[in-house]
């Protein structure tokens, strides 16, 4: 009795109970597939990390000694989609059962439950055991359309997981740090950022996989090498450097933004998304490693940055995949702003005189890489000021960001960064004007356009868009007390002004094209 065992792309966990035991009676299979790469356009630097860390990864379990059976591009090419694949293979080796794990994205979970029900197989879906919530406890914390509080989840995760937790106390006596986390690049800072841990992976065969199967992408890729990390111990050098080096500064400058660190553009940020994505590495590994290096060093780490960083990993990514998995598939179509405009072409190439915007979509496109404060008050917030349609805001996630799977990047996107969710993630919409750009960030010294201004050739399109998007929604924010404040500041303007404003905004969305 021979079984086949599916291994998804992002499904590269090394320590799954999959791999307690060897038997010469399984088969393990991890394929690349035209489906995966077509379901959305891609920035090449994501089709080949995906590629390449599934390679190593086969490569790694062969060495250990089971049964593998890598398939690329080549192999696959007449294989119509994964189910027609599984059954070729399955047949190939006369395997009586399929195994797979559950995949964490709805398009393809749907497409393997349908395989189950219909198939002649015996077909046995398991758990990826990489999430700390439970797949089947989403449903008892967490109830379809409705809002919950991340801060409350979180609080929750670090009192079940015992995470820096002192007798159901926060260590610290707090368990939020984030308004120490708010701080701007001073020009000392700045000379003392510590380069990225990048590697050098050559993905020259995979690109002409790509190429020879005409698969369509964009973005950069520099000298067809990879930086991002794509096996295990590469993901696990990466940890380390971050907690050697990154840590201690993580929390302090999480939020702020520069043109004028060339040699690193993830500044703090520990680039460990695509690992913990693809599952390479655990998410309580990462925990444990970053609370051991502030237990160790006390007087370099202060718990700021730890819990900082905590709360990304046992917070808000564990809480996005509870939101995608309670609302789908109804999340994916949501646009409560009825917001219908498409995406203006520098989204590919990055040419728009907004420096913020053109600096934060050229480090896209040449890395695959936007840090959160870039993906949502940056790029996210103009998509959301100028009424962008989310189906192709998504889509432009989807496919440009090295860490971006459907379960992680359309909560954030649909949801956090363009309120299209009817408020399920976030209870107001994070709109800023230029002012926020110009706290956070150095951006706007070297604009074409003024901060200060809102009216007038040079004004930052972003004042006037901010007041147009306000007082167009006006009815739908004005009784969130949270937002009241804004309005009050409105009326008292000068009705002049007001007008100015708001004819300086319609002109912008005209012509957003050539901002
Ligand atoms: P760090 O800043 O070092 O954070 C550490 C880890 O925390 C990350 O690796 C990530 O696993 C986790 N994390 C941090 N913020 C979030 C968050 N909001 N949601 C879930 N996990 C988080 N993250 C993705 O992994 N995939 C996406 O497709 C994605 N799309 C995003 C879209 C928008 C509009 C926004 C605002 C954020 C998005 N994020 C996404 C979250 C965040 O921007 C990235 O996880 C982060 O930039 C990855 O870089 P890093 O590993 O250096 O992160
Ligand atoms: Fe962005 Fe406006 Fe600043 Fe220019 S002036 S960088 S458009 S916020």
């Given at each position: 009795h021979k079984t086949l065992r599916l291994i998804l792309g992002d499904q590269l966990n090394p320590s799954h109970s999959w791999y307690k035991q060897k038997d010469d009676d399984t088969l393990y299979l991890i394929a690349e597939l035209k489906q995966e790469t077509d379901y959305v356009k891609h920035h090449i630097q994501k089709l080949c990390a995906f590629f390449n860390a599934m390679e190593n990864f086969a490569t790694a379990l062969k060495t250990a000694g089971f049964n593998v059976l890598h398939l690329t591009l080549d192999d696959t090419a007449d294989d119509k989609d994964l189910i027609e694949l599984l059954k070729r293979i399955a047949d190939k080796y006369q395997c009586e059962t399929i195994e797979y794990q559950y995949p964490d994205e709805f398009r393809l979970k749907s497409q393997l439950a349908k395989f189950k029900s219909d198939s002649s197989f015996d077909v046995i879906a398991t758990d990826t055991e990489h999430f700390l919530l439970p797949f089947t406890e989403i449903k008892t914390r967490f109830t379809k359309n409705k809002h919950v509080?991340?801060?409350?989840?979180?609080?929750?995760?670090?009192?079940?997981?015992?995470?820096?937790?002192?007798?159901?106390?926060?260590?610290?006596?707090?368990?939020?740090?984030?308004?120490?986390?708010?701080?701007?690049?001073?020009?000392?800072?700045?000379?003392?950022?510590?380069?990225?841990?990048?590697?050098?992976?050559?993905?020259?065969?995979?690109?002409?996989?790509?190429?020879?199967?005409?698969?369509?992408?964009?973005?950069?890729?520099?000298?067809?090498?990879?930086?991002?990390?794509?096996?295990?111990?590469?993901?696990?050098?990466?940890?380390?450097?971050?907690?050697?080096?990154?840590?201690?500064?993580?929390?302090?400058?999480?939020?702020?933004?520069?043109?004028?660190?060339?040699?690193?553009?993830?500044?703090?940020?520990?680039?460990?998304?695509?690992?913990?994505?693809?599952?390479?590495?655990?998410p309580l590994y990462v925990i444990k490693r970053v609370i051991r290096e502030y237990e160790q060093r006390p007087s370099e780490i202060s718990l700021s940055q730890v819990e900082g960083f905590t709360r990304q990993i046992l917070g808000w990514r564990e809480y996005v995949r509870a939101i995608y998995w309670i609302n789908m598939p109804d999340y994916a179509v949501k646009n409560q702003l009825k917001a219908k405009n498409t995406l203006p072409s520098y989204f590919w190439n990055s040419s728009t005189k907004m420096n913020c915007l053109s600096h934060s979509l050229k480090q896209s496109l040449e890395t695959a890489y936007a840090h959160h404060i870039q993906r949502l008050m940056v790029i996210g917030n103009f998509c959301m000021l100028t009424g962008i349609n989310p189906d192709d805001v998504d889509n432009w996630y989807l496919g440009v960001y090295i860490d971006a799977i459907e379960w992680v990047e359309m909560p954030n996107t649909r949801g956090m960064s363009q309120f299209a969710d009817d408020g399920i993630i976030a209870t107001k919409p994070y709109a800023a004007s230029g002012n926020y750009i110009n706290k956070m960030s150095d951006y706007c010294k070297s604009c074409q356009y003024d901060v200060k201004q809102k009216v007038g050739d040079k004004a930052c399109p972003l004042n006037s868009l901010y007041w147009h998007f306000m007082n167009k929604h006006r009815d739908r924010l004005e009784k969130n007390p949270r937002i009241g404040m804004v309005y009050k500041n409105w009326d008292k303007q000068e009705k002049t002004l007001q007008e100015q404003t708001l004819q300086q905004a319609i002109y912008y969305l005209n012509n957003l094209e050539a901002l």
């Open positions: 509080t991340m801060e409350h989840f979180y609080r929750a995760m670090r009192k079940q997981f015992d995470i820096l937790v002192d007798d159901t106390k926060p260590t610290g006596g707090k368990w939020n740090f984030d308004s120490n986390n708010r701080n701007k690049f001073s020009k000392a800072d700045l000379a003392c950022i510590p380069k990225p841990k990048l590697f050098n992976n050559n993905v020259k065969s995979i690109i002409s996989r790509l190429n020879k199967h005409k698969v369509v992408y964009f973005g950069e890729i520099a000298d067809q090498r990879l930086e991002w990390p794509t096996t295990r111990k590469q993901a696990i050098e990466s940890l380390e450097y971050f907690c050697e080096h990154l840590l201690s500064c993580f929390g302090h400058f999480q939020d702020a933004m520069t043109d004028q660190s060339k040699n690193n553009t993830s500044l703090y940020h520990s680039r460990l998304s695509f690992a913990l994505n693809a599952k390479i590495l655990h």
